[in-house]
């Protein structure tokens, strides 16, 4: 068996994913992504730290 020869990447091209939805970790892609975190974030400060103890 021949690993150290990957398979050609036309493969992947010939066939494209499929679109799907932005993740909601990314809000400058989605219209209303700004307003909602601008909502959060007055509410209650961004946590600085990932796991406040």
Known sequence: MS???PPPLQST???P???VPPPPSQ???TGGGLLHLAHLTSD???PRN???R
Request: charge should be neutral.
């Open 13 to 15: 091209v010939e066939a």
């Open 17 to 19: 994913p499929t679109p």
């Open 50 to 52: 990932p796991a406040p």
């Open 44 to 46: 209650r400060p961004p």
């Open 3 to 5: 690993t150290h020869c």
């Open 27 to 29: 809000p400058h892609l």
